[in-house]
Structures are given as C-alpha cells and as structure tokens.
C-alpha cells in the first residue's frame, strides 16, 4: 500500500510540474534543510511532551495509530534523546536542552548491561551528543562505564566484539550493525588518550573487512565465528530477505561505520572500503529513483517491496561525510546522491505532517520485516539520522558561503 502512495505522489509532483509553462523551481537546499528541521522541532516537541510524564519512556514507533514505547534496555533507546540534542544544537532553545537531558537521563542504567553490543548506539547518540554540546563531564562517566560494559564482548583471539548471544546456530555472531559502536570506542581514545580503544575498535573493523563482505563489496547481514579456529563457520541474514541477498540498513550501516572509522582514524583502508560500498549502493539497478532504497535490494516484491526510509537516512548521513573526505573526483556523485534522498525524504510521500505520526518525522520505515513487526511505520533512528543528515548538510552550506 504504501509503494503504492509513493508512486501516486510522485506522479502528482510530475503531472503538475508537467502542467507549468516554466521550469518547475527546485526548493533550494537552505530551505528545504529550514523546512525540514522546523518540522522535527514542531514534531519532536509533540513526543516530547507527550512522554514526558510517562516515566521512564522512549519512542519506539507509531503503529496503528498508537505511540509505542520501549524502555532503556532497548537497543533503540538513544535516539530520541540524540534527535532532541540535535535539535537543541539547532535552536539554542533551553526547552529542546531540558528535555534532551530528561530522555538522556532514561537511558542511564544501560551503561550498565553486558547484555548488548547496542551500547554504542543507545549511550553515544544520547550522551555522546549531550556531553559535545555541553561539556557536561558526568556524561563522559556514563559513557565510560557503559564502553567498559561493551568491552566485555571482545574477543581477542576472534579480534572482534560480539553482537548477539550463540545459540544452536550460531558460536559468536557479529553482524554489521555493530560496526556503528566503534564511534564510542575512537571517542573514549580522543577523551582518556588510551589507545586500547581505538585498537580495538580497528581491530574489529579490519576482521569485518576480511569477513563480512562479498566482492561486489555488499555486506552480510550475520557472520558467526568458530571460537576454536577463529574463522567465520556461516554468513547469514536475521533482518535480510535471504542469506545471500543485501538486507539495506545493513549496507546503510556498513557504508557509514566505514566512513566514520576513516574520518577517527585517518586509515587508507577505510576510506577504500566506504568507497566501494558507497559505489555497490549509488549504482544499484534497483536502487529506486528517488534513492529511497527498498527494505532489501534483493527484496522479491520489487518494485512493489516496502521501502526502508531509516536505510535512506543513514545513506544519506554517511555519504554527506564521504563526500567531504573522498577527495577524488567522485566526491561530488555522493553529495549528489545525498542530496536527492534529503529532498526525497523531506517531501511529503516520506516526512509526516505536523501531528501526525505520534511526532515522529519520516515516514516509511521497516524494522523488521520478515518477523512481522515495524512495517511501513516510523522508526526513531530515521528520524536521529535524517536531522543529522540535515545538519551536515547544513554545515557545508554554511562553510561555503565564508
Ligand atoms: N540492529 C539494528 C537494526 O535493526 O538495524
């Protein structure tokens, strides 16, 4: 249904352009990014307020016509803290500071869990984000507490953390998600100057180099590692359609953790492999016109699969900091491509208007599909990647006009 929407509303979009004697006007990029942002401010101070006295309470999705909610343990839990600091960098507002606070402070007792690989996501998006905008040094212990709690899923003799539990499956299962926890490992590096961080954050991104990628440089989803010999014994999908297909957040994922290692570490190699997954995405024949990827470039419904608008968003992210380290000539080809996805996903086929959604910003996203569960609805991570995607994109407007 909602393939078919898109499609209508872009129609729409042409049809009437078709109908004007003159060339359509294209919203310049400054606007459009002020569009955007006004609308998660307005969005976010809706959920905002709407959780707040319900304790202990994060946004999880908007399904059915209801908020649903997920406490600190959830692996999702730092993203609408991170959107309200985000939007707090934007606006100065004391509001947006005090309820970034707030939502930071629910996901405290996570520091805590050996539980998860997550960590990275949950504390560095809230506390990362908190402590960069204010110094505020009691964040840095959370976060500290909490990198020592990831820490005790390394595994030095497999030279990488480990993501989920084993089971009948699986030894040691990694999946490319958790290569977005090693930003937490290279800040903790920068914050104490104790290079064990950073070696092993390069550590596991160099095994996932060697392990979880095919040649045409798409990820696995799922690579579990025999704890004897040390080498992947299966190359799976949890979240994909199919073993062999490219599940999209995942490639989103890999494609910016590769990014993010170059930009903490200045290592050739990272930049080759952003690089490369960059290029698998942008020329994917069945990446959709308006780069919307479908929740899994091999989905079999294509063209009528489900879109997957969080995978959008963090392309997006990711691509606008390559195009800004990438200083070859295809530089300017992610920025092009980042910035057809910002207008996609600021039109109204994907960004919610204001009220609806719960308060959450964009539309369109699937969590996980083949379980049944966040199809075509909002997803907290959406919407954290599309505003710093925004914001990037803002700051080289800015850098520009100097
Ligand atoms: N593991 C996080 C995700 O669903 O992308």
């Known amino acids: 249904m909602k393939a078919f929407k898109i499609f209508i509303l872009s129609s729409i979009c042409m049809v009437a352009c078709m109908s004007c004697s003159t060339k ?11 569009r955007g942002l006004q609308t998660a401010v ?18 999880r999705t908007y399904e059915n016509g209801k908020l649903k909610t997920v406490k600190y343990h959830s692996w ?16 100065q507002d004391e509001q947006f500071r005090k309820y ?9 007792p996570a520091k805590k869990m050996t539980s998860t690989h997550d960590l990275g996501f949950m504390l560095y998006c809230s506390f990362g984000q908190g402590y960069r905008l204010t110094g505020n040094k009691q964040y840095v212990e959370v976060i500290k ?3 020592h709690s990831l820490l005790t899923r390394w595994n030095p003799h497999l ?10 499956r699986w030894q040691f299962p990694v999946i490319i ?9 290279c800040f903790m590096t920068r914050e104490t100057s104790d290079q064990m961080y950073m070696d092993i954050a390069k550590t596991h991104a160099n095994t996932t180099i060697e392990n979880h990628f095919r040649e045409d440089y798409s990820t696995y989803h799922v690579v579990s590692y025999d704890t004897i010999t040390g080498q992947p014994h299966a190359k799976n999908t949890a979240q994909g359609d199919a073993h062999e297909s490219s599940w999209s957040r995942g490639q989103s994922w890999g494609l910016y953790g590769y990014t993010m290692m170059y930009r903490e570490t200045g290592d050739p190699a990272y930049l080759k492999q952003a690089i490369a997954i960059a290029n698998f995405l942008v020329n994917h024949p069945r990446l959709p016109e308006d780069k919307i990827p479908y929740w899994d470039y091999d989905a079999p419904e294509i063209p009528n699969a489900e879109r997957d608008a ?26 092009d491509i980042a910035e057809k996805q910002l207008r996609s996903l600021s039109s109204p086929a994907y960004m919610a208007g204001i009220g609806e959604q719960g308060g959450f910003i964009i539309k369109h996203g699937v969590g996980h599909l083949r379980a049944g569960g966040e199809v075509d609805v909002p997803l907290s991570y959406g919407d954290y990647y599309y505003i710093e995607a925004l914001l990037r994109y803002k700051k080289l407007l800015a850098q520009a006009d100097k």
Do not use: H
């Open 24 to 34: 359509p006007e294209v919203e310049p990029m400054d606007k459009l990014i002020e």
């Open 42 to 59: 307005e969005q976010s101070l809706i959920m905002a307020k709407e959780l707040e006295p319900q304790d202990s309470l994060l946004p």
């Open 76 to 91: 999702i839990s730092g993203f609408f803290p991170g959107v309200l600091w985000q939007l707090y960098e934007y606006n």
């Open 100 to 108: 970034a606070e707030l939502f930071t402070s629910r996901v405290e």
């Open 145 to 147: 507490e909490g990198t």
């Open 159 to 168: 030279k990488v953390m480990q993501s989920w539990g084993k089971n009948e």
């Open 177 to 185: 998600d958790n290569m977005m926890n090693l930003e937490m490992l």
């Open 310 to 335: 969080s995978a959008g968003a963090i392309m997006a992210s990711a691509l606008i900091e390559l195009s800004q380290l990438d200083k070859s000539e295809s530089s300017s080809k992610w920025l």
